[in-house]
């Protein structure tokens, strides 16, 4: 079965630093990637995903994410961070498991951004 | 275009209460997914509908909680009775086909804290 690692439960940055938010999955063939974020009284929301081809993806808001086949990641990142990104970042991977499709996402990052 | 609606956005019940849930997918979405987030995870599949169907719902407490979507459009999840264990976000998402590239649209949730 799949899985997703979000190592990192909370990270702290000052606004304008760059920002790298690490995800490794586990998963016997190519996945599917995606990043979501989710602000407080919102759904998540899509950011970027990767299905195939290149292996930098640019997203909405400024970020990307790389896939790492090697070491099984998908980092998100991005250069200038912003007050109005503090929320909480979930990778997630699409994978079929017995037939059937079961999203799997990781327990999230939570991005915690001062002046 | 609308999205994902969902009512009601908070419930407090004490244990051994009955609850439900309500979730309108995005209009001609459809697959329909049902997701429980307790705090400090990522979310977790309960169950997945393609139109009236259940695709899969291996991760659903079948004790306690049920699920419906009866004309393939909108949903109720309920629980009856609740745990303590239940205190959960409870999010709806739904996409247009059960594919694992395929992007999945977030409603609110709704929190639910059973005393």
């Known amino acids: 079965a799949q899985s997703v690692t979000q190592p990192d439960i909370h990270i702290t940055v000052s606004e304008g630093a760059s920002l790298e938010l690490r995800c490794n999955y586990s998963?016997?063939?190519?996945?599917?990637l995606f990043w979501y974020v989710q602000s407080p009284g919102q759904g998540l929301q899509l950011l970027l995903k990767?299905?195939?081809?290149?292996?930098l993806v640019q997203g909405i808001k400024g970020f990307e994410a790389e896939f790492k086949r090697s070491q099984s990641s998908f980092n998100l990142r991005k250069p200038s961070v912003h007050w109005s990104d503090a929320a909480e970042y979930c990778c997630?991977?699409?994978?079929?498991?017995?037939?059937?499709?079961?999203?799997?996402f990781g327990r999230g990052t939570s991005l915690i951004v001062h002046p | 275009e609308a999205g994902v609606a969902q009512s009601p956005r908070y419930k407090i019940i004490e244990k051994r209460q009955s609850v439900a849930f309500w979730c309108n997918p995005i209009?001609?979405?459809?697959?329909l997914y049902w997701y429980q987030q307790i705090l400090g995870q990522g979310p977790k599949l309960l169950i997945q509908?393609?139109?009236?169907?259940?695709?899969?719902d291996s991760q659903l407490p079948k004790d306690r909680f049920s699920a419906e979507r009866l004309k393939g459009v909108d949903s109720t999840l309920k629980i009856q009775p609740a745990k303590l264990e239940d205190s959960a976000v409870y999010l709806c998402?739904?996409?247009?086909?059960?594919?694992?590239?395929?992007?999945?649209?977030f409603g609110p949730g709704t929190r639910l804290t059973v005393l």
């Open positions: 998402a739904s996409s247009l086909v059960p594919h694992s590239y395929n992007e999945q649209f």
């Open positions: 998963y016997g063939a190519t996945p599917y």
């Open positions: 990767y299905f195939s081809g290149d292996t």
């Open positions: 997630a991977v699409g994978a079929s498991a017995g037939g059937s499709y079961i999203p799997t």
């Open positions: 209009s001609g979405h459809a697959t």
């Open positions: 509908f393609q139109n009236n169907g259940v695709v899969d």
